[in-house]
């Protein structure tokens, strides 16, 4: 279902939160669930995926994450302040050690010349830190194309967390 190197970083994702004995939640917009798709491949993952929440809608950010409206309306939903809102409330609304969140703009459309197809905002969250956030360009390289490489960045992100 999923490319064998997504398979291969998603295995090694499992492993390490293993072996730290922590808890991994997402929240998921140009995704969709991608993450915790990826991730639930792999045989055993129940031990370190607590849960996944796919809010593609602003009324899933407010009502799952507990996002504010006005913070939304200020800086859209394709933002670093919503990402990083969306990877505390994740946090917070979840029995996890640690959270990542996406929100982008996936294509074809949609886009604008401030926040093109192809721009996707991460961020990671842990207890007692501020989130962290990534920023990424892409392109409009394609919708399919746009949300895998958006999960191999959380990804990323997630071993980089891991790793510090």
């Known amino acids: 279902m999923f490319p064998a190197d997504l398979i291969e970083d998603a295995s090694r994702l499992v492993a390490d939160l293993r072996a730290r004995g922590l808890?991994?939640?997402a929240a998921e917009s140009c995704t969709g669930g991608l993450i915790v798709g990826a991730l639930t491949e792999i045989p055993g993952a129940s031990d370190v995926v607590e849960r996944g929440f796919v809010t593609y809608s602003n009324a899933a950010k407010i009502g799952m994450?507990?996002?504010?409206?006005?913070?939304?309306?200020?800086?859209?939903?394709?933002?670093?302040?919503?990402?990083?809102?969306?990877?505390?409330?994740?946090?917070?609304?979840?029995?996890?050690?640690?959270?990542?969140?996406?929100?982008g703009v996936a294509g074809p459309g949609g886009g604008t010349l401030a926040k093109p197809v192809g721009l996707v905002h991460f961020a990671l969250a842990r207890s007692g830190a501020e989130p962290r956030h990534r920023e990424r360009r892409?392109?409009?390289?394609?919708?399919?194309?746009?949300?895998?490489?958006?999960?191999?960045?959380?990804?990323a992100l997630i071993a980089d967390e891991l790793a510090s």
């Open 23 to 25: 808890r991994l939640a």
């Open 65 to 103: 994450l507990g996002l504010d409206l006005e913070l939304i309306t200020r800086h859209g939903a394709v933002s670093a302040e919503v990402a990083c809102a969306m990877a505390a409330g994740a946090l917070r609304s979840a029995a996890a050690d640690v959270a990542v969140a996406v929100t």
């Open 138 to 155: 892409f392109g409009d390289i394609g919708r399919g194309p746009v949300r895998l490489a958006a999960v191999r960045e959380a990804f």
